[in-house]
């Protein structure tokens, strides 16, 4: 059965960083575009970032320059490397896995860690 | 960016009711529509994608439709687990963008 399981969510001081990670089971995270996906409290869903199966990543702009998304084969673990983190960077950020073909809708989510930026 | 415009932001329905959700984008963007449902404190579940294929598992009452840069996710016979918010996402052009959001409450 798949998983993604995230961790490494908390609170950390405008300036600082946090290093999320993703834990995958029942596939492999290489094989597939695998994504970061944050909600602010009580708001929308916005894409952060994606890993596509060849190793191209893309980000939101609203984060370039500031996060880096990695994976690790031997561990089937996704990152999101976040540093000079912000107030409005503050949301519960979900991993989620692309459907292999057509469109590429998210058809695997993790349950999401919450990241609170402020001092 | 491809802009997402869902409407309503909110919608009060009784079970048995059938709703209707729809999202607007600002180009065209194929079929490369996907609907999620999110309950409340949980991760989003992907329900239609390419516009109108059910994700598996998900029950019949839910369709996707389109006309033209209009989408329309409609739920039929409403049912007490249906009540949750509710997304659009294109994923025709990066970045992938979603909707505001819909949410579907209890008349």
């Known amino acids: 059965e798949e998983q993604l399981v995230e961790s490494g969510g908390g609170l950390v001081q405008p300036g600082g960083s946090l290093r999320l990670s993703c834990a995958a089971s029942?596939?492999?995270?290489?094989?597939?575009?695998m994504n970061w996906v944050r909600q602010a409290p009580g708001k929308g869903l916005e894409w952060v970032s994606v890993?596509?199966?060849?190793?191209?990543?893309y980000y939101a702009d609203s984060v370039k320059g500031r996060f880096t998304i990695s994976r690790d084969n031997s561990k089937n673990t996704l990152y999101l490397q976040m540093n000079s983190l912000r107030a409005e960077d503050t949301a519960v950020y979900y991993c989620?896995?692309?459907?292999?073909?057509?469109?590429?809708?998210?058809?695997?989510w993790g349950q999401g860690t919450l990241v609170t930026v402020s001092s | 960016d491809i802009q997402m415009t869902q409407s309503p932001s909110s919608l009060s329905a009784s079970v048995g009711d059938r709703v209707t959700i729809t999202c607007r984008t600002s180009?065209?963007?194929?079929?490369?529509l996907n609907w999620y449902q999110q309950r409340p404190g949980k991760a989003p579940d992907l329900l239609i994608f390419?516009?109108?294929f059910l994700q598996s598992g998900v029950p019949s009452r839910f369709t996707g439709s389109a006309s033209g840069t209009d989408f329309t996710l409609t739920i039929r016979n409403l049912q007490p687990e249906d009540f949750a918010t509710y997304y659009c996402?294109?994923?025709?052009?990066?970045?992938?963008?979603f909707g505001q959001g819909t949410k579907l409450e209890i008349k």
């Open positions: 390419g516009t109108s």
């Open positions: 029942g596939f492999t995270v290489t094989t597939n575009y």
């Open positions: 996402q294109q994923t025709y052009i990066s970045p992938p963008t």
């Open positions: 989620a896995r692309a459907m292999s073909t057509g469109v590429l809708p998210y058809n695997y």
């Open positions: 180009q065209d963007i194929s079929n490369y």
């Open positions: 890993i596509q199966s060849g190793g191209s990543t």
